[in-house]
């Protein structure tokens, strides 16, 4: 059974960085692709960026240049770092991803918990 396990939000002043980690519990062979999703209160999950095993990435316009996702395949880990952070990107911060389980093509989707950042002074 897999599971994701996200870490790293907090408190954080505007300006200061942040880098959230998703991490596949359980034996997998590795990300094929992964979106790191935020919703703030009141409002809408946007979409804050995607990476694909393929090696492309896509960010939101809101964070293009402070945010870079990244990928550890030895601890099964994928990243967001956020620098730069301002007070709208408080919000939960969740990440959906697609996993391969085994070489004979088999996968699964979930969610991660969820972790909430907030940004202020």
């Known amino acids: 059974q897999v599971q994701l396990v996200e870490s790293g939000g907090g408190l954080v002043q505007p300006g200061g960085s942040l880098r959230l980690s998703c991490a596949a519990s359980g034996s997998i062979v590795r990300f094929n692709d992964i979106d790191w999703y935020r919703q703030a209160p009141g409002k809408q999950r946007e979409l804050v960026a995607g990476?694909?095993?393929?090696?492309?990435?896509n960010y939101a316009d809101s964070v293009k240049g402070r945010f870079i996702v990244s990928r550890d395949k030895a601890k099964n880990t994928v990243y967001l770092q956020m620098d730069d952070l301002k007070p709208e990107d408080t919000a939960v911060y969740s990440c959906n991803a697609e996993v391969l389980m085994d070489w004979d093509g088999s996968t699964w989707s979930g969610w991660g918990q969820g972790t909430q950042v907030t940004v202020s002074s």
């Open positions: 990476w694909t095993n393929g090696g492309s990435t």
